[in-house]
């Protein structure tokens, strides 16, 4: 248990380690193909390269390391996630699924597994700096398209620009994607959400990755002065905007499994003394069943329609993403599981209801993943922590998942 502890505790501190690097003094926020990711890239390459990884970064900025098998022509595994981070993250979103899959490697001491073992380390998920997640895990899938390549930050940069910028040539992006059969793919990743940390449990075999829907709605009314506009002849957008917010509310509350956000509104002119005549405001639906996620979307737009037609306003809205609902594999999920058994720990399955490269690589292969307890049921945020017991949990369901993986 000692040494278990120890290699706990060093995947804990080389999270910590990669934390560092950074876009802004005093917190964690990298976005992708960043000047801190060169960084990370060279930490990480040095600790694939020590345990006899051949390491290579592609067109895209992911990282990758093949640890070569026995048997060359044996589809090999895939593991990974990403090394992004959302604005003042965490240590472990992304980064740790990274930095386990790399102890895996080395865990092995040397040893050959029938199957190769690739580690990528994705240059995007999080979606931050271009406003589409996905960038790196999309180029391995060959998804990255010119409609997605031509897209700008806010700076005017479109996401080839940034390629040519961190010294990569996008005319390679082919050779990016992956080749040939491939076994899978796993995930570690933390849970994100408080579901395991209230069951006390360190594990949770995702069976599904729920959809999403993301759309913005914009209500508007008449600004106008507002100690002289009588209330019954005021066209106040966000009045109305606020009564939708609440119904959005009442809605996931009913359904089950369910999850509905207005995370960001918009509220002009913005000044205290005018009668707000316009409101942009997001909206963010989730669901493992596809057709219950979008059943609600269409309540939730004519619920919108309805108010903005009662209280003499116009609406208008648009879909940003929808974005099917994933099925982990069943033999991929059964194999973690038994992972799961023979290392001795309780078995849980659940629904992750945040996105993951996962749900792209599905596109191409088989995948599963594996929750870890996010203690506090925070992440996206500097207290986001994990527990070196959690981190030795995962470890031994890794080894026993590759041991015996058919």
Request: proline residues 5%; negative net charge; charged residues 20%.
């Amino acid at each position: 248990m000692a040494a278990g502890a120890t290699r706990s505790q060093q995947i804990i501190e080389r999270c910590l380690t990669l934390s560092r690097f950074s876009e802004e003094p005093g917190r964690t926020t990298r976005t992708f193909l960043s000047a801190p990711m060169r960084d990370v890239h060279r930490c990480l390459r040095d600790w694939m390269e020590r345990i006899g990884m051949q390491v290579e970064l592609d067109a895209a900025g992911n990282l990758r390391g093949l640890y070569p098998g026995l048997e060359p022509e044996a589809p090999h595994l895939l593991i990974g996630s990403h090394v992004d981070t959302v604005p003042g993250a965490g240590a472990f979103d992304g980064v740790l699924g990274v930095v386990i899959a790399i102890a895996l490697v080395e865990a092995l001491q040397g040893r050959r597994l029938r199957c190769g073992i690739e580690v990528a380390a994705f240059s995007e998920e999080e979606g931050v700096r271009f406003g589409v997640p996905f960038l790196g895990s999309r180029a391995l899938i060959g998804t990255l398209d010119s409609a997605l390549l031509a897209r700008c930050d806010q700076n005017g940069r479109a996401v080839v620009d940034a390629i040519r910028d961190f010294g990569l040539d996008p005319d390679y992006l082919p050779s990016a994607i992956l080749k040939g059969d491939l076994r899978g793919y796993l995930e570690f990743h933390i849970e994100q959400g408080p579901v395991l940390d209230n069951l006390d449990l360190p594990l949770g075999l995702v069976e599904a990755i729920a959809g999403q829907s993301r759309l913005e709605l914009r209500f508007d009314g008449h600004a106008n002065h507002a100690g002289t506009t009588p209330m019954p002849m005021r066209k106040d957008a966000l009045a109305g905007a606020a009564e939708w917010i609440s119904l959005v509310e009442q809605e996931a509350l009913a359904a089950p499994g369910l999850v509905a956000t207005v995370g960001k509104i918009e509220v002009l002119p913005g000044a205290g003394n005018v009668i707000p005549g316009e409101v942009r405001a997001s909206l963010d639906v989730r669901h493992a069943n596809d057709d219950s996620r979008r059943s609600a979307v269409e309540r939730l737009v004519n619920a919108a329609q309805e108010i903005a037609a009662r209280r003499n306003l116009t609406i208008d809205y648009s879909t940003r993403l929808d974005q099917s609902a994933v099925a982990c594999d069943l033999d991929l999920v059964a194999q973690l599981e038994r992972g799961v058994v023979a290392a001795g720990y309780p078995v849980h399955r659940m629904v992750s209801g945040a996105g993951h490269d996962a749900m792209i690589l599905a596109q191409r292969m088989p995948m599963a993943m594996l929750f870890l307890r996010s203690p506090g049921g925070i992440s996206h945020h500097p207290d986001e922590s994990v527990l070196p017991d959690d981190v030795e949990a995962a470890l031994q369901t890794g080894l026993s998942f590759l041991e015996n993986l058919t």
